[in-house]
């Protein structure tokens, strides 16, 4: 059965990436939250998708230039309070944003120490899960192709890849297939495009309506019909 993924937890019903929003995914049955990971200037690891403040706090400017308490008054959460949510309740997947921006706070490392052993790192960057790797072997990885990184290239180190929803063909998922990698696309939030990957057999769909996209999943015997591809942007 095709994998629920909250894309920044159930972002459509919650403010994206906070505390609610996941816990809002758990009890919606997602089978995975995705959520951003950087640093702030004091080094705390924190859950926030853009490198500036400015769209969904009062606050202007980097995140990485405030400080985890100046943060934390604006509910952006850390990654350890989100890991300790989710343990025993829903898988995490956790991309790495930027990482070079914060390579003095060993982002990757840290958060590759924080994730249990049924969580996933996903990153656009190839070095950054590279890094994974080598730091911890037996943690699943998970590719975002076509910006840089083939299919090809993500079986030589990943578990998994991502597919852009205006890039995935049926040829990209079978070869992904072929060379035993999972295959997950985002971010689809109409009802008849996840039913046309469903159909398709992609194994996860990165959504911000996951209790829509459960019910697809637990009912994909309707016949997909032609649907656009939603105009959300990447990551």
Do not use: C
Not at 178 to 194: H, K, S
């Amino acid at each position: 059965m095709t994998w629920v993924i909250a894309h920044r937890g159930a972002s459509a019903d919650e403010r994206e990436n906070t505390l609610p929003a996941f816990e809002r995914a758990i009890a919606l049955g997602a089978d995975f939250v995705e959520l951003d990971v950087q640093a702030s200037d004091d080094g705390e690891l924190v859950v926030f998708h853009d490198l500036d403040l400015d769209r969904l706090t009062p606050l202007r400017g980097p995140l990485r230039r405030r400080s985890a308490a100046e943060l934390r008054e604006h509910g952006i959460p850390t990654l350890e309070e989100v890991v300790e949510l989710a343990r025993g309740r829903i898988g995490v997947m956790a991309e790495l944003k930027s990482a070079h921006l914060s390579r003095r706070h060993d982002v990757v490392g840290r958060t590759v120490a924080l994730l249990g052993e049924d969580d996933v790192i996903l990153s656009f960057g190839r070095r950054t899960l590279l890094e994974v790797r080598r730091r911890r072997p037996s943690l699943r990885v998970l590719q975002h192709v076509g910006y840089g990184v083939s299919i090809r290239a993500a079986a030589g180190y990943a578990w998994a890849v991502g597919f852009h929803d205006r890039r995935v063909t049926p040829r990209g998922v079978a070869r992904a297939r072929r060379l035993g990698l999972a295959t997950t696309v985002y971010t689809v939030n109409d009802e008849r495009r996840m039913r046309q990957l469903v159909a398709l057999g992609v194994d996860g769909i990165f959504s911000d309506r996951p209790a829509l996209l459960r019910e697809v999943v637990s009912s994909p015997a309707r016949a997909p019909a032609q649907a656009p591809a939603p105009a959300r942007s990447p990551g």
